[in-house]
């Protein structure tokens, strides 16, 4: 569960902090800068001029990526929609009163592309020197290794990558879905 409530520092299994970071949610740029800890289990943006922090376990975080948009820091998409009064309001097409049922058409396979995008919000941390952005982003990667994911349980047979295959995962970077030809032979 994410957890919203006054400004803190974790004690326990930090792996990684910095200050001064900023945080932006959504569209939403917080005005003062926090420190970001990042610990066994959570990712922390603790801000002491706001009184304020947020607190987000890490099988709550989908995707991280290094960005430069807006500025260069860490992309962040957490899978809940995230409202913080007084901070970021989410999208307003998640609180409830979100897309009147819609029939499926036959090409969505049962899928609800909307429904499961509304899930989602997205936040950038944004630290004062750029020089740090790597460090956070391998801090982050060890912190997610720590806490794998609920949907492949022990009892089912997968595969498992070659190390070599994982190193080259590991070190993947920003990825652009700007190039329509990228996923052209996905349907066959």
């Known amino acids: 569960m994410v957890t919203i409530g006054e400004a803190f520092t ?59 948009v807006p500025g260069e820091g860490i992309f962040v998409m957490v899978d809940i929609n ?3 009064p007084g901070f970021y309001e ?17 090409d969505d396979e049962g899928h609800d592309s909307e429904g499961s995008e509304s899930a989602m919000t997205e936040m950038w941390f944004q630290p004062a020197s750029s020089d740090i952005v790597e460090q956070i982003f ?11 994911g609920t949907d ?3 009892d089912e ?18 990825l652009q879905l700007d190039d329509e030809d990228k996923f052209a032979d996905a349907e066959e």
């Open 10 to 68: 974790p004690a326990d299994g930090v792996i990684y902090s910095a200050s001064n970071v900023k945080l932006k949610i959504g569209n939403s740029i917080i005005p003062s800068p926090g420190s970001l800890y990042l610990t066994e289990s959570s990712c922390v943006w603790s801000c002491e001029d706001r009184n304020s922090s947020i607190c987000i376990p890490w099988p709550r975080v989908g995707v991280h990526a290094i960005s430069s």
């Open 82 to 84: 995230l409202v913080w």
């Open 90 to 106: 989410g999208r307003p097409e998640n609180n409830g009163n979100a897309h009147p049922e819609e029939e499926q058409g036959e």
């Open 138 to 148: 391998s801090a982050m990667r060890e912190c997610q290794s720590l806490n794998p």
């Open 152 to 154: 492949v349980s022990e």
């Open 157 to 174: 047979d997968y595969m498992e990558a070659e190390e070599d295959d994982l190193q080259e995962v590991g070190d993947m970077r920003n």
